[in-house]
């Protein structure tokens, strides 16, 4: 008997131990995904941020005095022919 109780003995607690580091494990991965979501919602933000400043970029262009915008509206950094542009004017 002595050999049974040493050996649940034993089984304990290399189980509690497995759950211990199980629960680091897991402790690690929740912060790592709440760093992840952290970075993610600003780079979010950020994109909000930058579409809401180009519309209102563009609706400050359209809203200039056609004499004032002939420098600026024509802008487009891409090679021509490409279609693309940076500021779409009507979107």
């Known amino acids: 008997m002595p050999v049974v109780a040493a050996y649940l003995y034993r089984a304990v607690h290399n189980e509690s131990l497995n759950w211990l580091k199980h629960q680091k494990i897991k402790a690690g991965h929740q912060l790592h995904i709440a760093y992840s979501m952290k970075n993610k919602s600003e780079t979010i933000a950020g994109k909000m941020q930058q579409k809401e400043l180009e519309n209102k970029f563009r609706q400050a262009l359209n809203e200039l005095p056609e004499q004032d915008s002939l420098g600026i509206k024509p802008y487009n950094p891409q090679p ?6 940076r500021w779409p004017l009507n979107p």
Do not use: W, Y
């Open 80 to 85: 021509a022919g490409s279609g693309l542009t």
